[in-house]
């Protein structure tokens, strides 16, 4: 039997408590952070003069700051300091309110804090227990958006008779909202198949129109199918490039008649190309037929829909099976924050339930709870329901629609500036806050002319720093797109953009 080591332990051993590290001093923290705000409001302050787009190459910062990271620690402003010079120059700023290119990544100050906020708490909520408020907030805060977007309480964790059968969750973005519904779609086909295992995967099929975003189909491959069963339907200017239920139908008749198995159908409200609009209604009643799950991608749009006027373009949404839409685009919600909603939550979990000894519980054992790991493909996952809560308890929804509104006007009005110029042409009908617009061909110009003389005017715009847009192409024509939602941007801004476009074309074509 060994003798016990009765040596005493030298006290110079351990450090002198000042030189200890402590990465959550509370005054570094209030110091640290009270320089990050100014940061932040100084750039908003700003922002307005810096170029939209920045001219940097490929690789520049490991020339601008130390290809290999530091031993010794700096100070917070030595690091505050590169991150102005080496950083903040290289940023697409899409909070300018001089960015027109993509559907905005709108913020909002009360966003921002909850988004502080939930970081400092930095919870890690994958069951109830794990943190109580962060599910039920998350829940709340869906919950409300529901109600905002009059969907029916069977979309809804909660209602007033009690807990509803369906219910949200917070995703990161649209992808994994197709992902997750693309799933438990696959399971719940093979299920009621009787399929052993796998074994009918390969004869399963999913659709949507052509105009659906590059995700859906990306996803569509992550979740199993076969590409060859992927169906892209063609779209057209006759349904405003909306998919048309007449050739759904025919498309999903014809794989039945061949063996296969509808499974799936993305509907989008507000597509990224040209905003056109799906007929959720009556694709919902076409899929009926084949009892196939019925996704509606809102991604961008949804936000409108909490505006009456808007909202017809979600009607039938009481018969399809989930809905996804996107605060983070269009309703003042920093990234990420996708909303996933289900009508039967059960469907969902069934497919992405994850029970490990080790996160087992009371309170989920009771079925009282939702476990919302079992809605998503990971497991941990952030406290997104607070930004969320705090953006529609501070603002409110009269306010909320004021902001949906006035992007709606601004881009009305920037519809009219180009149906009144006799050298431009409005592509696609407008539906919220997108315009996509062109030079149209005019006496020898022909149709390949005028794609070179667009894809120049949007180039030599970028060039500028003063604007920012993006192209996409629609019925085989190079488009400009014109998207309005920054939250910053005021009319002044668009009428700015406009002149330069004006004074940009001038410039190319005489």
């Given at each position: 039997?060994?003798?016990?080591?009765?040596?005493?332990?030298s006290?110079?051993?351990?450090?002198?408590d000042?030189?200890?590290?402590?990465?959550?001093?509370?005054e570094?923290?209030?110091?640290?952070?009270?320089?990050?705000?100014?940061?932040?409001?100084?750039?908003y302050?700003?922002?307005?003069?810096?170029?939209?787009?920045?001219?940097?190459?490929p690789?520049?910062?490991?020339?601008?700051?130390?290809?290999?990271?530091?031993?010794?620690?700096?100070?917070?402003?030595?690091?505050?300091?590169?991150?102005?010079?080496?950083?903040?120059?290289?940023?697409?700023?899409?909070?300018s309110p001089?960015?027109?290119?993509?559907?905005?990544?709108?913020?909002?100050?009360a966003?921002?804090?909850?988004?502080?906020i939930?970081?400092?708490?930095?919870?890690?909520?994958?069951?109830?227990?794990?943190?109580?408020?962060?599910?039920?907030m998350e829940?709340?805060?869906?919950?409300?958006?529901?109600?905002?977007?009059?969907?029916?309480?069977?979309?809804?964790?909660?209602?007033?008779?009690?807990?509803?059968?369906?219910?949200?969750?917070?995703?990161?973005?649209?992808?994994?909202?197709?992902?997750?519904?693309?799933?438990?779609?696959?399971?719940?086909?093979?299920?009621?198949?009787?399929?052993?295992?796998v074994?009918?995967?390969?004869?399963?099929?999913?659709?949507?129109?052509?105009?659906?975003?590059s995700?859906?189909?990306?996803?569509?491959?992550?979740?199993?199918?076969?590409?060859?069963?992927?169906?892209?339907?063609?779209?057209g200017p006759?349904?405003?490039?909306?998919?048309?239920?007449?050739?759904?139908?025919?498309v999903?008749?014809?794989?039945?008649?061949?063996?296969l198995?509808?499974?799936?159908?993305?509907?989008?409200?507000?597509?990224?190309?040209?905003?056109?609009?799906?007929?959720?209604?009556a694709?919902?009643?076409?899929?009926?037929l084949?009892n196939?799950?019925?996704?509606?991608?809102?991604?961008?749009?949804?936000?409108?829909?909490?505006?009456?006027?808007?909202?017809h373009?979600?009607?039938?949404?009481?018969?399809?099976?989930?809905?996804?839409?996107?605060?983070?685009?269009?309703?003042?919600?920093?990234?990420?924050?996708?909303?996933?909603?289900?009508?039967?939550?059960?469907?969902?979990?069934?497919?992405l339930?994850?029970?490990?000894?080790?996160?087992?519980?009371?309170?989920?054992?009771?079925?009282?709870?939702?476990?919302?790991?079992?809605?998503?493909?990971?497991?941990?996952?952030?406290?997104?329901?607070?930004?969320l809560?705090?953006?529609?308890?501070?603002?409110g929804?009269a306010?909320?629609?004021?902001h949906?509104?006035?992007?709606?006007a601004?881009a009305?009005?920037?519809?009219?500036?180009?149906?009144?110029?006799?050298?431009?042409?409005?592509v696609?009908?407008?539906?919220?806050?997108?315009?996509?617009?062109?030079i149209?061909?005019?006496?020898?110009?022909?149709?390949?002319?005028?794609?070179?003389a667009?894809?120049?005017?949007?180039?030599n715009?970028?060039?500028?720093?003063?604007?920012?847009?993006?192209?996409?192409v629609?019925?085989?024509?190079?488009?400009?797109?014109?998207?309005?939602?920054?939250?910053?941007?005021?009319?002044?801004?668009?009428?700015?953009?406009?002149?330069?476009?004006?004074?940009t074309?001038?410039?190319?074509?005489?």
């Amino acid at each position: 039997m060994g003798s016990l080591d009765t040596n005493p332990i030298s006290l110079s051993a351990f450090p002198d408590d000042k030189a200890v590290f402590k990465p959550l001093n509370p005054e570094d923290v209030r110091a640290y952070l009270h320089k990050a705000v100014d940061f932040i409001s100084d750039y908003y302050t700003n922002i307005e003069s810096m170029p939209v787009l920045p001219n940097v190459k490929p690789g520049y910062l490991q020339d601008e700051l130390s290809a290999s990271p530091p031993t010794p620690s700096a100070p917070f402003d030595v690091t505050m300091k590169e991150l102005r010079a080496s950083v903040v120059p290289a940023m697409t700023h899409w909070a300018s309110p001089n960015f027109f290119a993509f559907f905005p990544s709108t913020n909002s100050a009360a966003a921002i804090a909850g988004d502080l906020i939930a970081s400092a708490m930095n919870t890690v909520g994958f069951t109830w227990q794990a943190s109580p408020a962060a599910t039920e907030m998350e829940v709340l805060a869906l919950d409300w958006l529901a109600q905002l977007l009059h969907l029916p309480t069977t979309f809804m964790n909660r209602t007033s008779t009690g807990s509803g059968t369906g219910g949200g969750v917070i995703l990161g973005t649209t992808s994994e909202a197709m992902l997750v519904t693309l799933v438990a779609a696959r399971d719940a086909t093979l299920r009621r198949s009787g399929s052993i295992g796998v074994s009918l995967l390969p004869r399963l099929a999913v659709y949507a129109a052509d105009q659906t975003h590059s995700t859906f189909f990306k996803a569509c491959r992550l979740a199993g199918f076969d590409p060859a069963n992927i169906r892209s339907i063609p779209t057209g200017p006759e349904t405003n490039y909306g998919l048309d239920p007449a050739m759904l139908l025919k498309v999903m008749q014809a794989d039945v008649d061949t063996g296969l198995v509808p499974t799936y159908v993305c509907v989008t409200v507000g597509t990224t190309s040209s905003n056109a609009v799906d007929p959720v209604g009556a694709i919902a009643d076409i899929a009926a037929l084949f009892n196939a799950w019925v996704h509606v991608d809102a991604a961008y749009a949804g936000s409108a829909c909490i505006c009456p006027e808007f909202r017809h373009y979600l009607d039938g949404v009481e018969h399809v099976d989930s809905i996804s839409m996107s605060p983070h685009k269009w309703l003042l919600t920093c990234l990420d924050c996708t909303c996933l909603y289900v009508r039967d939550a059960h469907r969902l979990s069934d497919s992405l339930e994850t029970n490990p000894e080790y996160l087992k519980n009371d309170a989920t054992e009771s079925g009282e709870v939702t476990d919302l790991k079992d809605m998503q493909v990971g497991v941990g996952r952030r406290f997104r329901g607070l930004k969320l809560w705090m953006v529609m308890r501070t603002y409110g929804t009269a306010k909320l629609q004021e902001h949906i509104r006035s992007d709606v006007a601004m881009a009305k009005m920037f519809e009219d500036f180009v149906r009144g110029d006799n050298r431009f042409e409005v592509v696609v009908p407008r539906n919220f806050a997108l315009v996509c617009f062109r030079i149209k061909p005019s006496g020898a110009m022909t149709e390949e002319d005028a794609d070179e003389a667009n894809r120049v005017l949007m180039e030599n715009l970028n060039k500028t720093g003063k604007a920012y847009l993006a192209h996409t192409v629609v019925g085989d024509k190079f488009v400009l797109r014109f998207a309005i939602g920054s939250s910053l941007q005021e009319e002044r801004h668009v009428r700015s953009a406009w002149d330069l476009i004006k004074k940009t074309a001038n410039s190319i074509m005489d």
